[in-house]
């Protein structure tokens, strides 16, 4: 199986509360073959991890009344080889990534689709550290 075949298959799990953003998302990652499991809230997300184990966590960089990587963080606790990247949105700022608290897991600021799908494809593919 090849590299791009087995990004086609991957399962993402897609955790942001707006609706119009989530389902944006979701269908330009689906567009690429990606199975995406989109979720608005915490409780949702660990429902959806009951069901399957994803490869991937998507999530901004704030879930309902936590920071997104404390959500990351408990997701991680039932899913241990998930990878994560958080969607950072506003924040362009570089001492972002290299804040303590988000060790391990990656952090992608602003982006257009195909920076996304980019991303997301080099996430899936670099080795676990």
Known sequence: MTV?????????LLLVSDPLV?????????R????????????QAVDRLNECVPDLLIL??????MPGH???????TKCTKMRVLMLGGHLADD????????????????Y??????????DVLTKPRG
């Open 4 to 12: 791009e075949h087995s990004l086609m298959k991957a399962t993402i």
């Open 22 to 30: 989530r389902s944006v998302l979701q269908e330009t990652l689906e």
């Open 32 to 43: 690429e073959g990606y199975s995406v499991l989109g979720t608005g809230d915490l409780g």
């Open 60 to 65: 901004p960089n704030h879930v309902q009344s």
């Open 70 to 76: 404390e959500a990351a963080k408990y997701l991680r």
């Open 95 to 110: 001492r972002l990534r290299n804040r303590a608290e988000l060790q391990g897991f990656e952090v992608f600021p602003i």
């Open 112 to 121: 257009t689709a195909a920076e996304l799908l980019q991303k997301v494809k």
